[in-house]
């Protein structure tokens, strides 16, 4: 069982654009979570960090790195992982002001 410490170092930031924002009005949220994370982990994150919601749902999605390139100088994107969080409970304020 992780603690509340590393539960919340699961939670990177809140993704927010107009998709994200469409999603917000239906109950799901998305968030960039840490790569090792796990659904189970990432519920019991996401309802310590948000009391009052319960989480119905949480699908995730890698998104692997791609080719950047500046000039002559060829790059990639670093790895990334995003958990979209079904809830049930009060909205989050942070997508309703946005």
Known sequence: MANAATLYDLLKRPIVSEKTTQLAEIGQYVFEVRKDANKVELSKAFELAFPGRKVN???????????????????KTPERLKAIFSITGDPIELFTEV
């Open 57 to 75: 749902a949480v699908r995730l999605i890698k998104i692997p790195p791609r080719d950047k390139r500046v000039g002559r100088r060829v790059g």
